[in-house]
């Protein structure tokens, strides 16, 4: 603190107060000064037109007065500051949000140079996007440049040579340019001295160190730019680069799905045509083994009739398996229709019952079926609905050992309720839906006991799907399974159409 009785007095001491005490008209002087954390940052100053110093009571007022104004001042300052920081911390998680949200490239950057320049309250910024395998820089997204200006940067050939984006890719470092006039001549460097632009700050963009281009900010005025523009643009860099990489990555992607779709679609119709070949030669081998055994070609001796039933068994147990892989070759490549038609569903289940009665009484199982009275027709691919019964009766006879299968048939509420139990091992719960994927088999090593491809429920689901119907499974473990299905009693017209 300086007390100063009279300033006209003090000639040596303040000559310049002095001065100005003659000019304003004081003589008696006090100055406190603002202290915060041993910093000065300010002065309190009260004059008297007269030679009268302040009192003890007056000055230690005059101190509390100072107190109270440095943490005032203090506080201004803090609040300032959190505003500032909640600003930046606004602008960072919208635009954060903006590159996590949209697979716009140039959206995200426009937003990004838009706030990076607003925040830091510069002149102007751009986003250039650097092509490495040409070893030049072309301009992206510009915010606050004079379209004429930005005009002419597009046109310009960057490279990486003399420019200050090319040093700062290369330094994997902001590059600080106070004054443009002072940095040799470039093109770039020419376009931003004519529009008035003197200094900037140039970040690199990097994803895993490699450069993928820069942020740019300008400004009017000459001179470094505060440490907290520097580190905002840094933040506003670090989002660019994600946001690249990001659509690099997606581009990636989608090239890679549009060639493994083709792959998928190329193979299913292989597999589509093979089957298709493959049926001809079989259906003539299994033709001639039935013309045989029934002697059209003169009576067989004895001993060949059983091998004539082998070679018509086995031939069958083949075509089941190549009309199978056909199936679902059909539902890959989307190729899958549906026959509507009228049916019996008592039919339906007399038929699969003829077909599957002798593998039962071998495994000697006991078969019943159950079909209620009255049923009404149905509309439905007949051929489809049979093969789905035939595979869920085939299934149960197989993985059963003892016991009883069963077939159950309904009707309640516009739908049939078909269902197929036996008294076999069951299906584990983690299995109860899995089982109706592709491939999918419980027991899938080598040594399996059972035989079969997988592929029966996967087929069976979609044509009850295609029927508009659903089917699932109810199982307990060691007792045996339910395999139900519920199917619209007339399917819609249309279905299956896909
Ligand atoms: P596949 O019978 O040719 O293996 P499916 O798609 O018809 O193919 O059946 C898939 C798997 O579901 C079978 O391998 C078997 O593990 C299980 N599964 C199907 N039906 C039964 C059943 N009734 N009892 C026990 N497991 C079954």
Redesign the pocket.
């Known amino acids: 603190m300086i007390h100063v009785a009279d300033m006209l007095a003090e000639a040596d001491e303040y000559p310049e107060s002095r001065k100005s005490a003659l000019q304003l008209g004081y003589r008696t002087a006090l100055a406190v000064p603002l202290v915060h954390a041993g910093d000065a940052i300010g002065v309190i100053f009260i004059r008297r037109a007269e030679v009268r110093p302040f009192t003890e009571r007056q000055i230690e007022v005059l101190n509390t007065f100072a107190d109270q104004a440095v943490i005032a001042i203090e506080n201004t300052r803090l609040f300032e500051e959190v505003q500032a920081r909640n600003r930046d911390l606004t602008a960072l998680s919208e635009v954060g949000r903006a590159v996590s949200s949209t697979l716009d490239l140039r959206l995200v950057l426009k937003t990004i140079v838009d706030r990076a320049v607003e925040l830091s309250g510069t002149d102007g910024g751009s986003i250039f996007y650097y092509r490495k395998e040409k070893g030049r820089f072309e301009l992206g997204e510009t915010t606050r440049l004079d379209p004429v200006v930005v005009e002419r940067i597009r046109k310009l050939d960057i490279a990486t040579g003399t420019t200050g984006l090319g040093e700062a890719i290369a330094n994997r470092q902001p590059l600080q340019v106070p004054d443009v006039t002072k940095r040799a001549s470039n093109p770039l460097r020419d376009a931003a001295l004519d529009s008035g632009l003197y200094a900037a700050l140039i970040v690199p963009l990097l994803s895993a160190d490699e450069p993928l281009g820069a942020l740019v900010q300008q400004r009017r005025q000459p001179g470094e730019f505060p440490q907290a523009v520097i580190s905002l643009t840094q933040a506003f860099a670090d989002q660019s680069a994600i946001a690249l990489e990001n659509a690099r990555l997606f581009e990636e992607i989608a090239q890679k799905s549009c060639e493994l779709e083709m792959a998928s679609q190329h193979k299913s119709q292989f597999v589509a045509n093979m089957s298709h070949e493959l049926r001809t030669p079989l259906a003539a081998m299994l033709g001639y083994a039935e013309l045989l055994q029934e002697g059209i070609y003169g009576a067989p001796p004895e001993t060949f009739l059983p091998i004539l039933t082998r070679i018509r068994s086995n031939g069958k147990h083949l075509l089941g398996l190549i009309n199978t892989v056909l199936d679902i070759s059909k539902i890959e490549a989307g190729q899958f229709k549906l026959n509507l038609g009228e049916y019996a569903l008592g039919s339906i289940v007399e038929t699969v019952m003829v077909a599957t009665e002798s593998l039962a009484a071998t495994k000697r199982l006991a078969f019943t079926i159950e079909v209620a009275k009255g049923l009404p027709y149905g509309l439905g691919d007949e051929q489809r609905l049979t093969q789905v019964l035939l ?1 869920l009766v085939g ?2 006879i ?2 059963t050992d003892a016991g009883k299968v069963s077939i159950t048939a309904g009707a309640a509420n516009g739908h049939f309720a078909v269902s197929v139990s ?1 008294t ?4 584990p719960p983690e299995e109860r839906e899995r ?1 109706f994927e592709k491939f ?4 899938s090593s080598n040594t399996r006991a ?1 035989g ?7 087929i069976a689901r979609e044509i009850v799907e295609m029927h508009g119907g659903r089917i699932w499974v109810e199982s307990t473990m060691g007792q045996g ?1 339910t ?1 139900h299905m519920e199917l619209p009693v007339r399917a819609a017209a249309g279905a299956g159409a896909a």
Do not use: C, Y
């Open positions: 595979n299934n149960a197989k993985f036996d076999g091992p069951g299906i089982i999918r088999q419980v027991d059972k079969g491809t997988g592929l029966g429920l996967a399974s395999f």
